[in-house]
Every structure is written in C-alpha cells, then in structure tokens.
C-alpha cells in the first residue's frame, strides 16, 4: 500500500486560502468517506483538524474546511495565520490496509 | 481530558526487540475505540504500524505484519508495542493516539525518539 500523494510545499500570505490535495486510489480516498486531516507543528505530536472528509474536531477554526472529489481529497485554510504554518498530513481508511497517511505537505505563510 | 503518554527505551541495537508502552489517562481502554501506533522518521512522514480493538481485534501494516505485536493491559489502562528485528530503517519517533471507528486518531501521545543503533 503506497502512501497517498500530497504536494512538498504550499504558500499563502496572510489572509489568503491555500488548498492541499491528497490523492489516492479508489481502494482508499475514494472508496470511502474516511479521510482525515493533521497538523504538525516542529517537534509536535499531529493534531487531529479535520475527520470524515469534511467534519471539524471541537476547537478547530472553521477556517480549516476539507472537502473530496473521485480519489482526491483537499483541504483548505482560509484566512491563512502565522500559527497556521505546519506540516500536514492526510489519512484515510484503506480496507484491508485500514489506515495509510499522505507524503505530508509543509504550509509555509509568507 | 485524555491524554496518552509513551514511554520505553530510546536506544535499541540492531536485531534486537523495540518494546514501547503507552499510558492512558482521563478514558478506560475497556471501555472501547481502538489504539493504535504510528511512527515517523527524522525528517519523514508518517507511517501507520496499527491498530488494536480494546477487547483484542489487531490490525498490522502489512509491510511490518511479520515483526509487529500489539497488546492491551486494561487492568493498567495500557497498551504495548513490540517490533522484532529492528534495523536502523525502525529509528523513528513512535506515537501512540486512540483511534476512533470511523479511522482518524483524536489523541495523541507526545511522541518517543527511538534510534536503532549498536
């Protein structure tokens, strides 16, 4: 089971959306609506930001939306924040394979 | 609040066995969800080992399935990871995080650095 496929990098300044793809195959992103999405600050444990393709953990800014089309997911940050420089990272149920996270994708704000 | 705590040696010589704990408080592990691991090397991404159901249910990454072992202790509201054969490819920060049914980690532990090393 190959890892699903995010770009290395994505940039924003201030204010602007930055959308991260992620994907895979119809045995994983698009044969289910179990995508979810992690931030990871250096040195940090993940963070849990999105769940179920487009649902929001309890805490999360509704600036952090995900959504999904055929065997891509994507999430987007509007209103990029300083705090919101990361890495992240998708994961989603892959059958018998049950989990399998994405390459990983640096945000950097300008 | 849950919260997840690893804990085990930081150094493991090649061949030898990886053997990490991971503490739960704030939530029984008897009382449901699964727990899992997953590591991520210097500089990598992360890679998921897997999962077990409270009552025993175990699910591997078919790449490691041959040298992995996961257990539950819920008398001690823990659970065990066991890597046989380690190689300097297993030098990663191992993460320990409860795992929800519909696939997706809500807790975290703060990770361990374990390097393979003689």
């Known amino acids: 089971q190959s890892a699903l496929t995010q770009p290395p990098s994505a940039s924003g300044s201030p204010g602007q959306s930055v959308t991260i793809s992620c994907t895979g195959t119809s045995s994983d992103v698009g044969g289910y609506n179990y995508v979810s999405w992690y931030q990871q600050h250096p040195g940090k444990a993940p963070k849990l930001m999105i769940y179920e393709v487009s649902k929001r953990p309890s805490g999360v800014p509704d600036r952090f939306s995900g959504s999904k089309s055929g065997n891509t997911a994507s999430l987007t940050v509007s209103g990029l924040q300083a705090e919101d420089e990361a890495d992240y990272y998708c994961s989603s149920y892959a059958g018998s394979i049950n989990s399998v996270f994405g390459t990983g994708t640096k945000v950097t704000v300008l | 609040q849950v919260q997840l705590q690893e804990s085990g040696p930081g150094l493991v010589k090649p061949s030898e066995t990886l053997s990490l704990t991971c503490g739960v408080s704030g939530y029984s592990i008897s009382s449901g969800y699964y727990w899992g691991w997953i590591r991520q090397p210097p500089g990598k991404g992360l890679e998921w080992i897997g999962s077990?159901?409270?009552?025993?249910?175990?699910y591997y990454n078919p790449s490691l399935k041959s040298r992995v072992t996961i257990s539950v202790d819920t008398s001690n509201n823990q659970f065990s990871l066991r890597l046989t054969s380690v190689t300097a490819a297993d030098t990663a920060v191992y993460y320990c995080?409860?795992?929800?049914?519909?696939?997706?980690?809500?807790?975290w532990g703060q990770g361990t650095l374990v390097t393979v090393s003689s």
């Open positions: 995080a409860r795992r929800r049914g519909n696939y997706f980690f809500d807790y």
């Open positions: 077990m159901f409270h009552s025993g249910s175990n």
